[in-house]
C-alpha cells in the first residue's frame, strides 16, 4: 500500500489536490500532507485534514509532535509527491536550499519523487526554471509534464495542473514491478449491442469493470494496452489506448486488425453469442401482441483467435457460467485450445457481471488450477496479471 508524502505548495492548482487526496483515501492509500505557508494561503489545512483524515504538517519546528518532522516523515514514505510544484520550490529544491518543511523533506527523501509543475506559462517557460526541472529530472525525480490550455491568469500555454488520474498512475506505476515493461497487451472488455431496430438493441450487463482494471493493471506494470472496448460507461486508463466498438462484429473487425501487434490477448468481453437475423430501419411499431426476433449466432472471436495467431501469443479467455463453472471453463479451453481461462461464476451479484468484486478460478494450459476468493476487480486484475506472467515463463 503506498505511503505518500504529499507535499502541496502555494499555486493556485493547491485546490485541486484537495480531489487528489480525497481519491488516495479511497484508494485506501496512507498520506501524510505537507504544505508551505504559501500553499495554506491558497487552501486551508482544514481541507485537506477533512477530506483526507490524514495529518498535515504545515511548520518544520513544530514541536508538539515529538519528532523531528522532515527526517521522520521522510523516512515513513514510500514516494513523495510535490504537488503542484511552483517555479519557487523547483528552484529551491533544485539548488539544495532546505528552508521550509516541504523542501527540507524533499532533501532528506530518499525514494521516488514526482513533481508536478504548475504556473504561469511565461514563468514555466523561463529558461531558469527549465534548467531547475531539467536538473531535477537529472538527479531522479519524476517531472510531469504540465498541460497546455487556459490558466489561472486568464492566459493561454503550458503550464495547467494535469489531471490527478495521471499523478495516481505515476504513484502506481513506480511503486509497480515494471515486470510487463515493451510486452503488448490487448485486453477486450464490456458487454456488445446488437441492433434490432434503430432504437433498440440487445446486450447483457457486463459494465467492463473486469476488462479496464486488467488493462489499467498491466499499464500501470510498464505495457503498451490496447483496450477495444464495447459501451461502457468508464473513463479509459490513464495512458490505455481505447477503442470503440458497438457490436460484435465491429469488436472481431477490431480484435482481427489489431492482434498481430499484440504478445498477451486477454478477452474479457461479454460479448453477444446471438444478434438479430436482419436489422430494421425503421421503429418497429406496436401494432402486434406478439412478435419473434429471429436470431443467428456471431462469430466466436475467441476462437478465431487462437486458431489465427503466431505461436509466441499468450490468449486468455473467460468463462462466465451459472452451472458447472469448472467443467465449462476447461471445455472452452481445450476446444479453443486456450492458454489459459478466467472461470468465473455469474450467477451471484455480489461478484461477475456490473460488480466491483469477482471471484474466480483460473485454469492454464499445464493443469494448474488457482482460485482467488471474492476481492476487487482491481486486485484480481493484478493476479491474472501474476499468473500470466509465471505461466508464460514455463512455456517459453
Ligand atoms: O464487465 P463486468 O461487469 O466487469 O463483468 C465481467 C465479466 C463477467 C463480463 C467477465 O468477467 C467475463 O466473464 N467475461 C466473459 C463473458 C462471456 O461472454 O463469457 P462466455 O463464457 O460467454 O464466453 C467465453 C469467451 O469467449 C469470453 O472470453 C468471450 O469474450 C469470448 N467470446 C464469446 C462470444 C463470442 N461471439 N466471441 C467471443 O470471443
Known amino acids: 500500500m503506498p505511503k505518500i508524502l504529499l507535499c502541496v505548495t502555494g499555486g493556485i492548482a493547491a485546490y485541486k489536490v484537495i480531489d487528489l487526496v480525497s481519491s488516495m483515501r479511497k484508494r485506501g492509500d496512507e498520506v501524510r500532507i505537507l504544505m508551505t505557508e504559501s500553499a495554506t494561503r491558497f487552501v486551508s489545512p482544514i481541507s485537506f485534514s477533512s477530506v483526507g483524515a490524514f495529518p498535515v504538517y504545515t511548520d518544520a519546528f513544530d514541536v508538539n509532535n515529538g519528532m523531528i518532522l522532515h527526517t521522520t516523515l521522510s523516512l515513513w514514505g514510500n514516494i513523495l509527491v510535490v504537488a503542484p510544484m511552483t517555479a519557487n520550490t523547483a528552484a529551491k529544491i533544485a539548488n539544495g536550499i532546505a528552508d521550509n518543511l516541504v523542501t527540507m523533506a524533499a532533501l532528506a527523501f530518499k525514494g521516488p519523487k514526482i513533481g508536478v509543475p504548475s504556473m504561469n506559462v511565461r514563468m514555466y517557460e523561463n529558461p531558469i526554471t527549465v534548467e531547475n526541472l531539467l536538473k531535477l529530472s537529472k538527479s531522479g525525480w519524476h517531472i510531469l509534464e504540465p498541460a497546455t490550455g487556459h490558466l489561472a491568469d486568464g492566459e493561454y500555454g503550458k503550464g495547467r495542473y494535469p489531471d490527478n488520474e495521471q499523478i495516481l498512475f505515476e504513484i502506481d506505476r513506480l511503486l509497480g514491478p515494471n515486470d510487463y515493461k515493451d510486452v503488448n497487451v490487448l485486453v477486450t472488455a464490456g ?163 456490473d460488480s466491483s468484486y469477482n471471484e474466480v478460478t483460473i485454469l492454464c494450459g499445464n493443469n494448474d488450477v488457482i482460485h482467488i476468493e471474492r476481492n476487487k476487480k482491481s486486485y484480481i486484475a493484478q493476479n491474472i496479471l501474476d499468473i500470466i506472467k509465471s505461466h508464460r515463463v514455463k512455456l517459453a
Open 191 to 353: 458487454p456488445t449491442r446488437e441492433p434490432i431496430d434503430p432504437v433498440r438493441y440487445i446486450t447483457n450487463r457486463s459494465s467492463g469493470k473486469m476488462g479496464y482494471e486488467i488493462a489499467k493493471a498491466a499499464k500501470i506494470r510498464g505495457a503498451n494496452v490496447i483496450l477495444i472496448s464495447g459501451p461502457a460507461a468508464l473513463s479509459v486508463p490513464y495512458g490505455v489506448e481505447r477503442q470503440n466498438v458497438q457490436t460484435a462484429e465491429e469488436m472481431r473487425n477490431a480484435v482481427l486488425e489489431r492482434m498481430n501487434w499484440a504478445d498477451i490477448i486477454i478477452m474479457a468481453a461479454a460479448v453477444a453469442d446471438y444478434k438479430p437475423s436482419a436489422v430494421l430501419n425503421q421503429k418497429i411499431k406496436k401494432r402486434v401482441d406478439e412478435m419473434d426476433i429471429h436470431l443467428v449466432k456471431t462469430k466466436d472471436i475467441l476462437e478465431e483467435v487462437s486458431r489465427i495467431r503466431k505461436p509466441n501469443q499468450f490468449v486468455v479467455g473467460f468463462a462466465a457460467e451459472t452451472e458447472n463453472l469448472l467443467e465449462n471453463a476447461r471445455y472452452k479451453m481445450e476446444s479453443k485450445k486456450l492458454d489459459m481461462i478466467v472461470a468465473n461464476d455469474v450467477s451471484h451479484s455480489n461478484v461477475g457481471f
